[in-house]
């Protein structure tokens, strides 16, 4: 009798068990790693019914699912996850490259493996993947197709300078031409891209209001503003503006270890160096103009402050006004103060 009412329970604890699925995703593959009683690997193709079609398999069980942010190749299974009821979590490639420590080879049977390894450790701690509103899906896609076409025009831009040596050649002013035409270009696919995203937010009623709120903080524009509305997706997944200046790598943190290290306080380099340079350019608008910013920047200057040091609170500043106009649903006033 007693081994029948281990067997049961036995059997009871082996339903409950977690399926960890760990997922490696490239632009034509999903290399998948499953760990039930062992590691199984399963290599798919990536498309959305193909991915559907391997995980209905799994729709009853408690299944955990990981996977890293690759950007635009993530978008066909985070599709298919919208249907199902799975705990969804996505990693920063760089928390998980830190966690595994020393590494020797690498592939993507291997690299699914790590990540059905890290998930199921660290689940616990992390916070669950939800789906984003529509706008939010097109905002993110086009704001990743404006950063593009600007690293082009970049590109582009920098070529100018080389085709002075080709004068000897007289292929100076025909290559300089053709460059202008893709630039000019690529500058109105920018503003097409840039007016999408302004009617993608004026036609929904919550982010046009977070925009116009986001706007009404001295220095920030409508980029930064777009930014911010996609890497918080309309302020749902980051909520505390501290979470947010440590992401974006504006807060300074201590580097001592007993008494033979001992340095000033530091941003770190792990950070969304994107946003933070497009938080720089706000901060530099800013203490440009008559607000309360200029004010603070001018004295902590005439101190004797680091001018990047006190450029940097700024931008940390700017931050803490803009989470506590959408906290408040008041826009920014000079004299006002903001819990």
Known sequence: MMN?????????????????????????????????????????????????????????GNVIIAMENTGRYNWNLCEVLEGFNFQVYIINPLHLKKSIGLTRGKNDKIDALRICNFIEKNYQEMTRWKACSESIKKIKILLTERASRIKLKKQLTTQQHDYKLMKGISLDKQLLSLNMKLIKNIETQIKIIEDDIEDIISNDEKLNKQHKLIKSVPGVGKVLSWTLLSKTEGFTTITDPRKMACYSGVVPFDF??????????????????????????????????????????????QDGKNKMSVLNAVRNKIIHRVFAVIKNQIPYQKDLVLS
């Open 4 to 60: 029948f009412s281990n067997h049961l329970l036995n059997r009871k604890s082996k339903v409950m068990k977690n399926i960890i699925i760990g997922i490696d995703i490239s632009s034509k593959t999903l290399d998948i790693c499953i760990k039930e009683e062992a590691a199984s690997h399963f290599s798919i193709e990536n498309k959305v019914p193909i991915i559907k079609r391997f995980l209905k398999k799994y729709s009853k």
């Open 256 to 301: 001592q270890s007993g008494t033979s290290l001992k340095k000033r306080p530091g941003v770190s380099m792990l950070a969304d160096k994107g946003l933070k340079t497009i938080l720089h350019l706000a901060a530099m608008s800013a203490i440009r103009l008559d607000n309360d910013l200029r004010s603070y920047y001018v004295r902590k200057v």
